[in-house]
């Protein structure tokens, strides 16, 4: 073999083994979530501030609720501080992706178009998509929804259950989408709209904290998962996340938690 060609085959190798060092450090740089916050000493939480008792302020400006509760304990655990973000809701995967946030713990749906953006933990909680009217209301079915005003929150699951039922969606006179719940419940007691679609974890507490008189159909968009989202390359991350869910709820920490905010343990088994 001319020597030309073996000079030529070694530099061959030693850019293959260069590009294969290179590319191993990459990996390694995208899978170091969990060393990341240790080293920060924190991990910042994404919600929406008005999603009552999942994630909210109280009388005196402070965020409480039960995914609050759930993630202080977790970072404890971790040996961590967690800081709660107030974020805009329709915007909640870019803020993740941008990493100003290191995941979502706010009433977040598991389902699959957002799996195509973030990684979901094991679901802890089952949800009910609930049809919401104000009393006397001549709607009593999700047949009465045609022509009718029904109001969402933006890009929540809520929104992608109605769109889902496709009979439905297409029979409404117009969906009204707002930034927060809140929103829509003032303009449900105003007339302004006929009916909402939420989770029924929040329409049920903010009607029997509001004391609002509004009724819940015994029809719904269905049923689903809560989780907690993280950027999709964070797998330690979300190892670690995983690992103390499942000793919450083992030692029935969670299940205190839930007993806390709802009377009742409502954790998925």
Request: charged share 35%.
């Amino acid at each position: 073999m001319k020597r030309s060609t073996i000079v030529l085959l070694t530099l061959a190798l030693m850019v293959g083994l260069l590009l294969s060092a290179c590319s191993g450090a990459q990996e390694t740089a995208k899978d170091d979530s969990l060393e990341r916050i240790k080293q920060a000493g924190k991990f910042i939480v994404g919600l929406d501030d008005t999603f009552a008792p999942m994630g909210f302020r109280d009388e005196e400006g402070n965020i409480v609720g039960f995914d609050i509760d759930l993630a202080k304990e977790a970072a404890k655990r971790l040996g961590v501080e967690v800081e709660f973000k107030p974020i805009d809701w329709n915007s909640k995967e870019l803020e993740l992706k941008n990493k100003k946030i290191d995941m979502i713990w706010n009433g977040l749906t598991i389902t699959e178009d957002r799996k195509k953006n973030m990684a979901f933990t094991k679901p802890y909680l089952v949800n009910t998509q609930i049809i919401i009217v104000p009393e006397g209301s001549s709607i009593k079915s999700k047949a009465d929804l045609a022509g009718k005003k029904v109001g969402v929150q933006m890009s929540s699951s809520g929104l992608e259950a109605l769109k889902k039922d496709k009979e439905v969606y297409d029979s409404l006179a117009e969906v009204v989408e707002y930034p927060d719940y809140l929103e829509a419940f003032l303009d449900l007691k105003a007339g302004r709209i006929d009916a909402v679609v939420a989770d029924e974890i929040l329409g049920r507490y903010y009607i029997e904290k509001r004391n609002e008189n509004f009724v819940i159909l015994d029809d719904n968009f269905g049923t689903e998962e809560y989780g907690v989202g993280l950027r999709l390359e964070d797998k330690q991350l979300l190892e670690a996340l995983n690992r103390v869910l499942d000793e919450m709820k083992q030692d029935g920490t969670m299940s205190e938690i839930s007993k806390k905010w709802f009377g009742e343990d409502i954790i998925k088994k």
